[in-house]
């Protein structure tokens, strides 16, 4: 008889485990989404530094200046953990910034202030909206910066920011960043409709950097 109690012990252990990991795996994914969004949103912090870290000679600039008052904004919202949005402003306002300082310093018309290119918001600012088509998905309009509109219209594949997704490399906005695409994109409805059909885990509450 003894047996026959350890076998139902065993089996209520079993089961009870499975529900508490069941119910434990919205907040690892909700976890593992808010560190993805911290990742990307750092990692586009790091690469505004090196943008200004090529324009040494333009230090006077007044875009200068703003750009790397932008950058700063972003550096400190970051290092307080404040919200995802309040990064990507920072970030996309100093991208912009840095446009302007490349625009005059090459004689030419200061850019349209315009949403970050959809396929790596570290390329900076877009400058023309195309029609891409998805791999596996359907045909969409997307602002894309000059070096993804080129290789579009040359029929070949813009440089997709790409993460890590419980071990898979897939397109940054199919690993529940709804809150970081929301963030650079909230003005433009084609690229915000790609993370509306995105699931999020890590909806229901303020999404912080930290």
């Given at each position: 008889m003894v047996w026959l109690y350890l076998t139902l012990g065993a089996g209520v252990l079993i089961v009870?485990?499975?529900?508490?990991?069941?119910?434990?795996?919205?907040a690892r994914a909700a976890v593992g989404a808010k560190k993805?969004?911290?990742?990307?949103?750092?990692?586009?912090?790091?690469?505004?530094?090196?943008?200004?870290?090529?324009?040494?000679?333009?230090?006077?600039?007044?875009h200068y200046v703003q750009a790397q008052r932008a950058y700063e904004s972003a550096r400190a919202a970051l290092a307080q953990s404040q919200e995802i949005e309040t990064v990507a402003e920072a970030v996309a306002e100093g991208n912009y910034e840095v446009a302007?300082?490349?625009?005059?310093?090459?004689?030419?018309?200061?850019?349209?202030?315009?949403?970050?290119c959809?396929?790596?918001?570290?390329?900076?600012?877009?400058?023309?909206?195309?029609?891409?088509?998805?791999?596996g998905g359907?045909?969409?309009?997307?602002?894309?910066?000059?070096?993804?509109?080129?290789w579009i219209s040359a029929g070949a594949e813009p440089f997709l920011r790409t993460v890590d997704y419980d071990g898979v490399q897939v397109p940054y906005w199919e690993a529940d960043t709804g809150?970081?695409?929301?963030?650079?994109?909230?003005?433009d409805e084609?690229?915000?409709a790609v993370f509306a059909?995105?699931?999020?885990?890590?909806?229901?509450?303020?999404?912080t950097a930290g």
């Open positions: 009870v485990g499975g529900y508490l990991r069941a119910r434990g795996a919205p993805r969004m911290r990742d990307l949103v750092t990692e586009d912090v790091e690469q505004l530094r090196a943008e200004l870290d090529t324009l040494d000679g333009a230090t006077a600039d007044p302007c300082v490349r625009a005059r310093r090459d004689g030419r018309e200061l850019p349209e202030d315009r949403v970050a959809f396929f790596d918001p570290r390329h900076g600012p877009s400058t023309v909206d195309v029609l891409w088509t998805e791999p359907g045909r969409r309009r997307l602002p894309a910066c000059t070096g993804d509109a080129e809150a970081y695409g929301r963030a650079y994109f909230s003005t084609h690229a915000l059909a995105e699931p999020d885990p890590s909806e229901g509450g303020s999404h």
